[in-house]
């Protein structure tokens, strides 16, 4: 996606000032916070909600032939969306102004979180949940921006750390509230269809972030909000996007083509699309600094992230429940843990990359450090699991935590390198490419884990193959040559 030189506005916002002093840009951590706690907790939802239909055998998940498999791929279409939408989102953020392309994507994420609940019919439902994620996959590369951009360079990194800890936040909310919101809805005699409920409670919460968003950027961070133009565009985006996801989904569906089929055909598509996308993107200036060696291998390398955080984050529920034999709110409470761990891992990762780069370490040595440990961890997870045994909810409860700690404290010490390796007024379309690139990870976890569940038996393959990724990706680390921030 190409088009005219971002203007000066739309690449720094006036909050800071030259020197990095003005109005506290800790309020802006906040606002940006709120907003990764609503987008997680409406994507999250879905992975209780399958598991609720897979328990009780209803819907159109719990009734189908492959059920697993199918919870699966629903979300690595959801995925798909988010993902093809990364890159574009970056670049209109940099044209256009990141806060509108913020409150866009949280309005736009509320309203299809309602039209998930209310629509009838597995297509149907699909579509709502493409939607969803192809307006959520430009809060990422924008809010990263914002953080950046408005933030002393001494800070930069636990700011990272502290917005996205909104992230483990919402997937806590989702994973816990979840199963809570539909036995309401049954309550309420919802019956069959009490699996609905989530989506409605969720929405009307991402609504009203989303209008606080809007009145704190109008207030405190640069006037009015244009979001007609962007919205325009980001509707032409999304209108092609959505109707290939689609076109696959159904032609899928009237081929009887294996599920697995299914998600191999959305890879191909998020290849292709990236494909164009770097094709168009070296002809450009910016080639230099966006498909750069050592960011590529940045790229390449968060996959394993993305992979690992889905797997966890869609199945986790699922997997506890069935090793441990618990009902779905003991095992949505245990697998919790993992989510909640960065409530502290996210901070506390962005603090020691600052204390480390005042120091004059450098951050890569905590990113590999951090990458190895996590991978041992989840390997003992996989065999915990596939012992034979029947594991204690206290034993998976601890690893899930403990290896939440580290995977998330990983996280904005990737995030702060990769912002530090292109020029600020890059920085959205370089979030929007690490993401882009990233989500391929995203879009295969869900679906091949189920697929591997119903052929295997066990979570535990699963799990083995997760630990791997990642294990590799600390390898791809070493390769990447970091560079640091001038600190004021």
């Known amino acids: 996606m190409t088009g005219p030189k971002p203007t000066e506005s739309a690449q720094q916002t006036p909050f800071l000032g030259a020197e990095g002093t003005g109005r506290p840009y800790r309020a802006l951590w906040a606002a940006l916070l709120l907003g990764w706690v609503v987008s997680y907790a409406d994507r999250t939802l879905t992975g209780p909600v399958v598991s609720w239909m897979l328990a009780n055998e209803v819907g159109f998940i719990g009734q189908a032939n492959d059920p697993r498999a199918l919870g699966g791929l629903v979300g690595s279409l959801f995925f798909t969306g988010y993902m093809l939408t990364q890159y574009p989102g970056g670049r209109l953020g940099d044209r256009f102004g990141h806060r509108e392309m913020i409150v866009l994507s949280l309005l736009w994420a509320g309203v299809m979180t309602a039209l998930s609940g209310i629509v009838v019919g597995l297509i149907a439902f699909v579509a709502a949940r493409v939607l969803t994620g192809l307006g959520e996959g430009v809060f990422y590369s924008n809010d990263r921006t914002l953080i950046l951009n408005n933030t002393p360079p001494r800070r930069r990194t636990l700011g990272l750390g502290v917005v996205i800890s909104g992230l483990s936040i919402g997937l806590t909310i989702g994973i816990i509230c979840t199963p809570l919101l539909i036995e309401w809805g049954t309550a309420l005699g919802f019956g069959d269809g009490a699996w609905r409920m989530p989506f409605l409670v969720f929405a009307v919460v991402s609504v009203a972030v989303a209008l606080g968003c809007w009145w704190f950027f109008h207030h405190h961070l640069g006037g009015r909000l244009h979001l007609g133009p962007p919205l325009v565009r980001l509707l032409g985006v999304s209108a092609p996007l959505l109707a290939a996801v689609l076109l696959l989904f159904v032609v899928a569906d009237e081929l009887r083509w294996p599920t697995w089929g299914t998600a191999i055909g959305s890879g191909v598509l998020a290849v292709l699309v990236i494909g164009i ?23 390449i390398a968060y996959i394993a992230i993305l992979w690992n955080l889905w797997f966890f984050s869609f199945w986790s529920v699922e997997i506890v429940r069935e090793a441990a034999n618990s009902s779905l709110l003991a095992a949505a409470l245990t697998a919790a843990f ?9 901070p506390a990762g962005g603090w020691l990359a600052d204390w480390a780069l005042r120091r004059g370490y450098g951050r890569k040595p905590l990113l590999v450090a951090f990458t190895m440990i996590y991978s041992v961890l989840v390997f003992t997870f996989a065999l915990s699991i596939g012992a034979g045994e029947r594991p204690s909810l206290l034993l998976l409860g601890t690893i899930l935590f403990c290896s939440g700690l580290f995977f998330n404290a990983l996280q904005p ?5 990769t912002g530090d390796l292109v020029p600020a007024a890059q920085r959205g379309a370089a979030f929007g490419m690490l993401n882009l690139v990233s989500e391929i990870g995203a879009v295969a976890s869900p679906v091949v884990s189920g697929v591997l569940r119903d052929a295997t038996g066990s979570w535990a393959v699963g799990t083995w193959v997760a630990g791997g990724i990642m294990l590799a990706s600390g390898l791809l680390y070493l390769l990447v040559r970091e560079r640091r921030p001038q600190l004021a």
């Open 277 to 299: 996308i770097v094709t168009r993107l070296r002809r450009t200036p910016e080639a230099a600094s966006l498909l750069g060696r050592d960011i590529v291998i940045i790229y």
């Open 338 to 346: 993992n989510a909640g761990a960065g409530i502290l891992g996210f």
């Open 413 to 417: 010490i990737a995030q702060g390198i």
